[in-house]
DNA sequence: TTGTATGCGTTATCAA
DNA sequence: TTGATAACGCATACAA
């Protein structure tokens, strides 16, 4: 009865129906609940029962009806992925973002971007879970998605005073700047001035604190400035003048992103060669870094693959259920990419 | 017999139920079709009746579950995005992206990222349109889409010899170009050139044109060199020596996504003053030109609103369900952004 | 080993 | 003006 009703109704708009599991089923001459057995690999059943549904589901190219499933199993189907508004950092954010996406589409699971500004979208989003990356101190929308009670994996720690997320994925950024600093010795920097990015992010407070680590155990004078995550084309010369003004240093390490290429305008300005007179590095990698001349040596944070890392752990808590997550900690290898802007060859 | 069952099922898990159209009939003494009429503002009821559900329905925190409305209204209740795979406008991408994240907010839709490489993927994503941004000539996932049949809005022109979107939002780089050359010759530049970023985007082939027409109009001789969307630090050197050692141009167009950043690093090492000797415009405006020293001058193409504006677009022919799309067209305008480095002053 | 039947939360079509 | 109730497509407990 319902049912000649309703391919009438479909006929009449051009759409074409999905294919559905009732018609894969009648397709195989077997019932629905055989077909969605088949599908899942669940159930006992005859192994040639299985292999010729799936064969007739793909031939028919059958796909499940998300929202249906989603609807079954009491699940979002999707998880919120919330970036920082920083403008200076969005292609790092964009290919974190896609290392995400590449996980959840590997297990069905949509990827909702949640806007910074609003927490209430935050607290209504139909997610099952959130990644952040690099929370900022302050972010509303972040201690509205650590409140929600859902899973949360953060790309690196989030500000204090918050619930804690489910799962934290820590780059180490301790190594990485001491990587630098190591690379730079190497190359016959003595004094290392660090542009630092300041405390209000944890990546650059750690970036900082090794730094000025480093500098004591090897009994050298830190020389910081700077504090600020964003910075104008004004406050990096400025800075830079300070630094090249007093007691020159003969290495600059520039973590604010892209300051690095205004270090290096600065210095070619007053006639230094970079590269051999000063050292310059970034720290965060960007495309600017590689375009500027010369191309400046940075650490490599590897976002899309740091996404993925974060998607792994926060499909691994939703699978285990109500598994008293015990605030999971994960350690996350950054590399490093050796450019022109350190050659070295300096002579003392 | 259903109902304790499920309750007794939900009590022993920790999660709270969401609360559903069932609950809020419950309280206000109606039935589910009324909630559903009340929530929707369709049907006629008492408007005392609409407003009391509404009231309890917020004061419960309900919210609807789209899974559920998705399926009996037969959406997908997303919207797909593509980006390009090219790195270097990674961060412009991002915010057009947060532009349709805006309007389908609005929208109670969701925005899924198709990824780049599979067309498998994007063929069966559970979107009910798809919003493209500079779609790459020979980009499988582009051609996927457009052979989909549903609704797709392109940011700027698809490739040749695919099917036509059903609509097109495109900006109007010609205008653009045109904008910066002006302003460079009210600055005092007489000879333009021009490092092109090729004719594989239509964006960028509009660019080119438009360039090569106002050279005629104006009598100018044009000057153009290069042709790839992607540079490296040496290509933007070379290119830059290639101009700067024949006939010297006074003005320099950077077209490629930061290249301008190199364009100002070659001038400023042979002892050019950026801003007045020799003046430099970038394309694209983006973070690193702003950081540049000096600051570069650029065409703001004001992404965030201009991935508003395709969002909105695909919204609409949405909703107006099955009508025949007709090749919408709708025109974006470019802003511009002066800095320092076209600051002129220039004498002959 | 397979099929039947029920419900997930909504919307839409009736009838009251 | 409102209320029962039947789908939407799927997963699953239970019967066969």
Redesign the pocket.
Known sequence: ???P??RA??ETTGAT?????????RE?????????????G?????????TRVLGIAARMN????????N????RAGAIGVHLPENKSGLAYYMDFCFGVVDVAEEHSLAVTLIPGGRPEVALRAQVDGFVLVDPPVGDVVVEAILTTGKAVVSGDGTPPGLPEPSGLVASDHRAGIRAVLEHLTERGARRVALISAGRSARWSADVEDAYLEWSSEHDREPIVVGGSRLVDAATVESLTDSLLDGPKPDAIVAVPMDAAVGVVSVARDRGLDVGSELLVAGYTDSPSLSVSIPPITAVDAAPREFGRACARMLVRQLADADRPVPGEVESFPIAFVERASTRGARVE
Chains 1, 2 share one sequence.
């Open positions: 009865m319902a049912e009703r309703r109704a479909r129906r999905q294919v559905t599991m009732d018609d894969v089923a195989a001459g077997v019932s629905v609940a055989t077909v969605s057995n088949a599908l899942l669940r159930g006992r059943m005859l192994d040639s029962t299985r059958y796909t499940v009806n998300q929202n249906a499933r609807l079954r199993t009491a």
